[in-house]
Structure formats: structure tokens, C-alpha cells
């Protein structure tokens, strides 16, 4: 085994992700504590382009191949499966999201390594050991990690993209993966429609949750936001169940969102969620459970219930 | 198509969580089906329906919540529904993987569905680690299916609204994260009914040991609010106070 680093790079129309670069940083870090090197797997069509902004890494190995769409589970997963085996670093980092929690179980199955999910931070100081994030964000953990290797799925957030991204271009190492015999395969992507509202745009967000119970309540909110000025955005089980369109989406698979007060109603605060609005400039939350998550990324937050807010807030704005 | 949906009980969300030691304080704590779980229930009974096949219901975990879990998943329509091992509710995502595995292995499954994700899975997430042990081709984050001839028409979705199309051969695993359509619901008499039915069959699997290499040594509950000014009072204080906000924000 090596003392190295090994960063799978996500990508999607040719553009390294954020994630990706949180890693890097995160790498950088690790690597001083284990003494050995950076390396970033980057897998795919027209990859080799991507190195431009790779020089986080100490070494990019670019394995080019068009046989697998912009993303495939099953073969991306077996090459970057192929290089683990090859090079055998002493970390494998990919991370927490809809392609790096595939990668990751199947990198680990394959290599026969432990895998920890969740992860907002790792330490390869003595032994390797990880703090992580369960129950939606309500619990944190310490890990220890049997052996001296693993993968850590990183959950967005854990490190700074921008010092991830500060190392220009890196040093290209072509390399050959072995695609398998494909049973999933790649047919085409869907960028998502534009709304009648944008989220982004507004300095003022009344969001909520699935505390708002049911389809009835969301009058009530969007009386507030009218209120306000302010476009009403929700969490991901509102828009699930249909009530609002997905464009009101905030969070990992739905919009991140800046505004200057993000007002979050009946929103348990998962990482998912936190993830698409924590860099708001206030964020106000009011939740019945004094343990919300929520309440740890809040400026300003009151413990009770929405329904006895909602109309007193208003009448105020109003009156 | 023969479907097998795997669920599990995860500690309810919204309760007050208590710590002891390295693990949760269990002693009173109550369960719910894991929520990603209740959507690859949903999108697995669609495809049931579309297709004509049939579905197995498979759940883990000694918690009482369970079984009315099963039993909810026959009121609404699985075919039969099988609760595995007595003692499963602080194993790890591999030994709740290895457990699916040794009941669906030999049942000749063409599409296994479960959540995408559930709240506790440190060591990977069981749909995944199930389809990496039965050597099955899988896709994960799901957010909808249609069926063709030996294989599916899969949507997986990536980020901020982008998803994308894949084929899949089955047999295959898919990890959900949403149903096409929202879970249904039940009328709490037809879970009665199956209750009484006597559908739901235990099947005594042994216990495997935890065996994913990683171990908890410590948890916390994080200062909920630490650094948050907590507005003390009734809603007005609060409406009060936030308006206060509001205005030293400048937009109002
Ligand atoms: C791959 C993936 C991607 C995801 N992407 C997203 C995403 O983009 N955006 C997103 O939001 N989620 C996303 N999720 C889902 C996420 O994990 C959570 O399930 C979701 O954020 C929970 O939404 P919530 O807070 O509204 O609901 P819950 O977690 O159920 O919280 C409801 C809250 O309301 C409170 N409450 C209830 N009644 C009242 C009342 N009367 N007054 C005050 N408070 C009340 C409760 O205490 C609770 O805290 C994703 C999940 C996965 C696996």
C-alpha cells in the first residue's frame, strides 16, 4: 500500500464540482499527516480538460473513455474500482452525493475496505478516525476505523471548495481503465425547467417544512410571504408530495440559496436541506423541537409551534 | 416482475434523542419506517401494478413498529411480507445488508428496492452494499421507473433538479429517494385486516455480527443553537422580535 491520497472527481458537463474541490482540500490535509501524496481519479469523456483546474491534486490520473455517458453507476465505479486496486492509497475520499455514495459502496465492496458515510471531518494522525454526522444531523460520532485503510464519503460542506481550487492546473498521468460488460447504461440528462419564481433572487425567503402538515396550511405561509415580498420556498417532502413545484426547492437536490434572511418554518434542519441554504446571511428558524438541527446553522431561533407564528408575524407585516 | 422491497425501522426523527455511551438510548425510543423506505414501497407497488408481478415486503428489527409496518405494506397491496431476526436494532448497514441477502437470495428476485438512504447507515447504505454482495447491477438516488422488456427505464437524480436516464437490465437493485407519486395511504381498517389476515411470516435468521471495520467510540448531541440568540416567550415576543430582525436586515 502507499501513503496517498485518492480523490475521485466528480464532473458533470465538463465542470469539476464543488464537492470535489472540498475534497481536495480535505486531502491536502491528510496527506501531511500521512506523509505521502494527493492523487485525483478523474474517469469519463473529455476528462483530460479537467486537469486545468486539478492542481490540488499532485497527480491526476486521467482515464479517458466515451463508453459511459455522463455518469454511470456500474462503470465508473469499476474503473475507479481498477485504480483503487492498482494504486492502493491509504485513503479513498469521494463525496456524499448522488454519484460519490454510488462510487463509494462499490469502491469499498470491491477493494474489500471499510467505508464511512456522513463524514464532516477525518484524522489519519494516528490511526484513521472520522467524526460524522447521523440521524439527520442530529447526532455526532466518532469512528475508529479497523486497518489502515479505508473510504470516507464526505458530506458537502466539510472543507473549503475555494482551497481545493487554488492549485491552477495539475500534473496529467494518462491511465487505462477496463470497462465491464455494461448492464446499466447511460441514455441522456435532464436539466431541470425554469419556474414561475426564482428562489434565488429574493432577499427574503419564507421557507417550510413538513411541519406545515398539509396541503391547506400552505395558504397560510404563502400569506406571509406575500407579507414579506418574499418567495416561499420549501424542503424537499413539500415539494415530494407535490404541494409546491420543484422549483422551490432548497437543498442538495434542489436550489442553494443566499438571501439576506432565510426565514425557516416547521424544517428539521437535515444535511440535505442545510446544504443548499447555511450560507444565508440570517437565518431565523422556528421549530417545536429544541433539538432541530436547524437550530445549529440558526442566527435567531424560536422554540414553538408555526401555526401560532405564521398569523402573528403577518398580522404584523400588515397592519 | 418479482419484486422485493427492504425496510427497515429507524428511530423517529422528531423525538427527543438521549445518548448512552457510544450509542443511542434506546430504552424508550420509538421507531418509524425509514421515509426513503416507504417511497421504494410506493414505486415498487406501481410497478406490481403495471406489470402484474408481485411483491414481497421484507422489514428488520425486533421494534413493535415493524410489524404494524409490514402490515401497513400488505394493507397496501405487497403480496406477503416477511419480518427477519429479533435482535437487529443497532447493527450496522453491512449486517442489515448481509441479513436481506440471506433472505432474498435464493427467491429469484427481478428488481430489489429500497431506500436510497437511512439515518443511521455509517458504514454505507444497504441497498448499495446489498447489490455490491449479490453481485447485481444497481442505481441509486431513483426518483422514478417505467418498465420495458428485461430492463427498466430508470431516472436517477443528480443535483439542483438535474437527473438523468439510464437502462437497466434486471435482475438489478435501485436505492430510491422519491416514488413517482407520493406514498398512499391506508385506512387504518384495512391494516387491522391485515393484521388479522395472520400474512405476515417470520423468518428466524441468525444475527449476523457487525463486520464493516467501523466503530463507534463516542456520540454527542451538538449544542442545538450554540451561537443562535434564542428568542425567550409566546409568539408575540417572537413575531415581535423577528420583525426587529427583519427590519436591522433591511428588508422591511
Ligand atoms: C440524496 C438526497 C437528496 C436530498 N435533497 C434534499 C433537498 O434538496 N432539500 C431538502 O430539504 N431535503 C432533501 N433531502 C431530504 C432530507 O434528508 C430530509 O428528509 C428533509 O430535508 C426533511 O424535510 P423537513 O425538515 O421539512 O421534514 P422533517 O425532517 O420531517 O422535519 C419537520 C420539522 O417540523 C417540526 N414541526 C412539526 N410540526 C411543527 C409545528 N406545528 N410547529 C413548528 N415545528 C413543527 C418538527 O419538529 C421537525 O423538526 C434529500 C435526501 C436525500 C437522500
Given amino acids: ?319 | 416482475m418479482k419484486i422485493a422491497v427492504l425496510m427497515r425501522a429507524v428511530p423517529d426523527p422528531v423525538e427527543e434523542l438521549e445518548i448512552d455511551g457510544a450509542d443511542l438510548d434506546r430504552d424508550f425510543l420509538g421507531y418509524v419506517l425509514n421515509e426513503f423506505d416507504d417511497h421504494a414501497l410506493e414505486e415498487g407497488l406501481l410497478l406490481k401494478e403495471e406489470t402484474g408481478g408481485t411483491l414481497t415486503a421484507f422489514a428488520l428489527g425486533s421494534a413493535d413498529e415493524v410489524e404494524q409496518m409490514l402490515h401497513t405494506a400488505i394493507a397496501k397491496g405487497a403480496d406477503s411480507a416477511k419480518k427477519l431476526g429479533d435482535d437487529l436494532d443497532a447493527v450496522d448497514a453491512h449486517a442489515q445488508a448481509a441479513t436481506f441477502v440471506s433472505a432474498i437470495r435464493d427467491g429469484g428476485y427481478d428488481l430489489i428496492l429500497s431506500g436510497v438512504q437511512a439515518s443511521d447507515e455509517i458504514d454505507g447504505q444497504v441497498a448499495m452494499l446489498v447489490a455490491a454482495s449479490l453481485d447485481l447491477p444497481h442505481v441509486s438516488v431513483v426518483v422514478g421507473t417505467s418498465p420495458g422488456e428485461g430492463s427498466l427505464r430508470v431516472t436517477k437524480e443528480y443535483w439542483a433538479g438535474i437527473t438523468a436516464d439510464y437502462d437497466v437490465a434486471t435482475p438489478a437493485v435501485l436505492g430510491i429517494q422519491t416514488a413517482r407519486e407520493a406514498p398512499r395511504y391506508v385506512a387504518v381498517a384495512r391494516i387491522r385486516q391485515a393484521q388479522e389476515s395472520g400474512a405476515l411470516e417470520e423468518v428466524d435468521i441468525e444475527q449476523p455480527e457487525n463486520s464493516s471495520g467501523v466503530t463507534i467510540t463516542a456520540m454527542r448531541l451538538p449544542e442545538a443553537g450554540e451561537g443562535a440568540e434564542m428568542i425567550e416567550g409566546d409568539e408575540e415576543a417572537a413575531a415581535g422580535r423577528v420583525l426587529e430582525i427583519l427590519q436591522a436586515a433591511g428588508v422591511r
Wanted: net charge negative; hydrophobic share 45%.
Fill in chain 1, 1 to 319: 500500500m502507499s501513503n496517498d491520497i485518492l480523490v475521485y472527481v466528480e464532473h458533470l458537463n465538463g465542470e469539476v464540482t464543488d464537492a470535489t474541490y472540498e475534497l481536495l482540500a480535505t486531502a491536502r490535509a491528510l496527506a501531511a499527516q500521512t506523509g505521502g501524496g494527493v492523487d485525483a481519479a478523474a474517469i469519463g469523456a473529455g476528462v483530460s480538460a479537467l486537469t486545468a483546474s486539478l492542481g490540488g491534486a499532485d497527480r491526476v490520473l486521467v482515464a479517458e473513455t466515451d463508453a459511459l455517458g455522463a455518469f454511470n453507476p456500474q462503470g465508473h465505479a469499476a474503473a475507479f474500482s481498477e485504480l483503487v486496486a492498482a494504486r492502493e492509497p491509504a485513503l479513498v475520499l469521494v463525496p456524499y452525493t448522488s454519484i460519490g455514495m454510488e462510487i463509494g459502496n462499490q469502491v469499498a465492496v470491491a477493494n474489500g475496505l471499510p467505508l464511512v458515510s456522513y463524514c464532516l471531518s477525518v484524522d489519519a494522525s494516528s490511526g484513521l478516525s472520522a467524526t460524522c454526522q447521523l440521524y439527520s444531523g442530529k447526532v455526532e460520532a466518532d469512528v475508529t476505523v479497523d486497518g489502515d485503510r479505508a473510504v470516507f464519503a464526505m458530506l458537502a460542506g466539510s472543507a473549503s471548495a475555494d482551497d481545493g481550487r487554488s492549485g491552477g492546473a495539475g500534473a496529467a498521468e494518462t491511465v487505462d481503465v477496463t470497462i465491464p460488460d455494461l448492464a446499466v447504461s447511460f441514455v441522456e440528462i435532464h436539466e431541470p425547467e425554469g419556474g414561475d419564481v426564482d428562489i434565488t433572487a429574493g432577499e427574503v425567503l419564507v421557507a417550510i417544512g413538513r411541519g406545515i402538515e398539509s396541503e391547506d396550511n400552505i395558504e397560510e405561509a404563502q400569506e406571509l410571504a406575500d407579507a414579506l415580498g418574499a418567495p416561499l420556498a420549501a424542503s424537499r417532502p413539500i415539494i415530494d408530495q407535490g404541494w409546491l413545484p420543484k422549483t422551490r426547492q432548497v437543498g442538495k437536490s434542489g436550489l442553494t440559496v443566499k438571501p439576506k434572511v432565510y426565514l425557516a418554518l416547521g424544517i428539521s434542519g437535515a444535511p440535505e436541506h442545510l446544504e443548499g441554504m447555511r450560507d444565508s446571511a440570517t437565518i431565523i428558524a422556528v421549530n417545536s423541537d429544541p433539538q432541530a438541527p436547524i437550530f445549529g446553522v440558526a442566527h435567531y431561533g424560536w422554540v414553538g409551534d408555526i401555526f401560532d407564528f405564521i398569523p402573528e408575524l403577518t398580522d404584523r407585516l400588515d397592519g
